[in-house]
């Protein structure tokens, strides 16, 4: 028998495939080293074109995870429904947990997220940051918040308290 061949796609073939397949796609970016310490994160590329919503990003969730969450959020707005943007809100998360979405500076963390130039080129974009709660409903802002989760889970959006 012999074994299946796979040839390895380039990182703009693998954006193109994702985008023709899918209209959209996740981008994981890996923890980084000791030395400029930030938690791995995924965020999403063509919302804008596919349903006019802000690119998402997710910290401190495997990938797999966030691709779970962020299916769940895409499906929701492709049919039609709509999250809000800075208002805590429920109904995405099991058990009625609380979750926000939080715009972001792009000014000051557009290098975060270099496939979006690709993607966009000089058009526009914007992106918002998913934020989950802990076990116990709180978000990393609150005082309750895990220290352990801190660098899981860094709060790059804006948020009025």
């Known amino acids: 028998m012999t074994e299946p061949t796979y040839e390895p796609m380039e990182h703009e073939e693998k954006l193109a495939w994702m985008l023709d397949n899918q209209g959209w796609g996740i981008e994981p970016v890996a923890p980084s080293s000791q030395e400029d310490l930030r938690a791995g994160y995924s965020y999403t590329f063509g919302l804008e074109s596919l ?27 492709r049919l039609g429904g709509t999250i809000p943007i800075g208002e805590i809100f429920t109904g995405l998360l099991d058990n009625e947990q609380k979750s926000v979405l939080l715009d972001i500076e792009l000014a000051e963390f557009a290098d975060h997220f270099p496939t979006l130039d690709l993607i966009y080129n000089d058009q526009p974009w914007r992106i918002c940051q998913f934020v989950w709660p802990d076990r116990n409903a709180a978000f990393p802002w609150d005082q309750d918040w895990p220290e352990k989760l801190r660098y899981a889970q860094p709060i790059i959006g804006t948020w009025q308290n």
């Open 51 to 77: 349903v006019g919503h802000p690119e998402l990003v997710i910290f401190g969730l495997a990938p797999v995870a966030a691709r779970g969450l962020l299916d769940l959020i895409v499906n929701h707005l």
